[in-house]
């Protein structure tokens, strides 16, 4: 297994984060199906990491209430459900060597339940999200994550046609909000599920 998913995975346990590491997708979504009870209610942040894993129709299919944005067309109505969401799943933008996860939201709805609000938090993490340090981090998330995103997401901004960060004044600019979680907060327990291999932006 890759060197930096070691360190990361433990520094995050230092951080009072629960780790498990994965060498593949099958093998972490049997693990989720296996973490979540078919009672449980489960919210998902946008993510492309989630997509790959298709873990939205897996609960779907097995009985699970589930809500996400990105698969109805009233997102906003969805929004509203996922904040009372016994479960939360999602991605992080950035996993550092020392254990921090960095996010930067649009909306903010991702970072505010990543923090608080349910039972529990599953952040599904591939291997090229993990970087050195904060800056590293800070440039993946502007020169990789956000142009990737603007150009799914086909927004009037500049990085959407440059590749990189402008620090824009678009009104569809969709880096609004950048929240770093030094250490798992009190009253949240997030689950970190890394894998070995390249998955999301």
């Known amino acids: 297994m890759d ?5 990361s995975n433990n520094s995050l346990k230092q ?4 780790v498990k590491t994965f060498k593949n997708v099958l093998e972490t979504k049997e693990a989720l199906m296996k973490s979540i009870s078919i009672n449980e209610s489960v919210a998902f942040g946008g993510s492309m990491t989630l997509e790959e894993l298709g873990l ?3 609960l779907k299919n097995r009985g699970n209430k589930v809500y996400w944005h990105w698969k109805v067309e009233d997102k906003k109505a969805e929004l509203q459900k996922a904040l009372n969401a016994d479960i939360y799943l999602t991605s992080t933008n950035a996993l550092t060597l020392d254990g921090k996860l960095i996010n930067m939201d649009g909306t903010g709805n991702r970072v505010s339940s990543l923090l608080y609000g349910h039972k529990r938090v599953y952040v599904v993490v591939g291997r090229n999200k993990i970087c050195k340090d904060y800056d590293q ?13 603007t150009k ?7 990085c959407r046609f440059t590749g990189k960060c402008n620090d824009c004044d678009s009104p569809e600019r969709i880096c609004n909000v ?20 390249d998955l999301g932006y």
Request: net charge negative; aromatic share 6%; no cysteine.
């Open 3 to 7: 060197n930096k998913i070691l360190l």
């Open 15 to 18: 951080n009072g984060f629960k």
């Open 56 to 58: 939205y129709e897996d």
């Open 137 to 149: 981090a800070r440039e993946r998330i502007k020169n990789v994550a956000a142009p990737m995103n």
């Open 152 to 158: 799914r997401l086909n927004t009037d901004t500049p």
């Open 178 to 197: 950048e929240v770093i979680i030094h250490k798992n907060p009190s009253g949240t327990e997030i689950n970190v599920f890394i894998i070995d291999e």
